[in-house]
Nanobody, 124 residues
Framework: QVQLVESGGGLVQAGGSLRLSCAASGRIFSHYVMGWFRQAPGKEREFVTAIKWNGANTFYADSVKGRFTISRDSAKNTVYLQMNSLKPEDTAVYFC?????????????????WGQGTQVTVSS
């Protein structure tokens, strides 16, 4: 079993930055994939970025490429999402998720473990 707890959300002006954290506990194996997803009101949950727990193989949605960076600190069992140049359309609840798949995946159904989410609001 894996438990995930997100933090770091908040209100920021367009062009600003935020760093989200996802603290993981439980049985996490090096091949696990850690992902960030987001869900805006009235929209489906969408993939943002993912990384292998061993630090290899990152992947980003086109909408955030060049602005967001995923990283992890294995010593702290934490995954981070650095978000720069934020836009109002980035406003959403952001979720951390873990998958036991061997390769990075963007499909929500491949992720068995989810955090409770953290709200990010970007004002124009």
């Amino acid at each position: 079993q894996v438990q995930l707890v997100e933090s770091g959300g908040g209100l920021v002006q367009a062009g600003g930055s935020l760093r989200l954290s996802c603290a993981a506990s439980g049985r996490i194996f090096s091949h696990y994939v850690m992902g960030w997803f987001r869900q805006a009101p009235g929209k489906e949950r969408e993939f943002v970025t993912a990384i292998k727990w061993n630090g290899a193989n990152t992947f980003y949605a086109d909408s955030v490429k060049g602005r967001f960076t995923i990283s992890r600190d294995s010593a702290k069992n934490t995954v981070y999402l650095q978000m720069n140049s934020l836009k109002p359309e980035d406003t959403a609840v952001y979720f951390c998720a873990a998958s036991s798949r061997m390769t990075v995946t963007i499909q929500t159904h491949d992720y068995a473990y989810w955090g409770q989410g953290t709200q990010v609001t970007v004002s124009s």
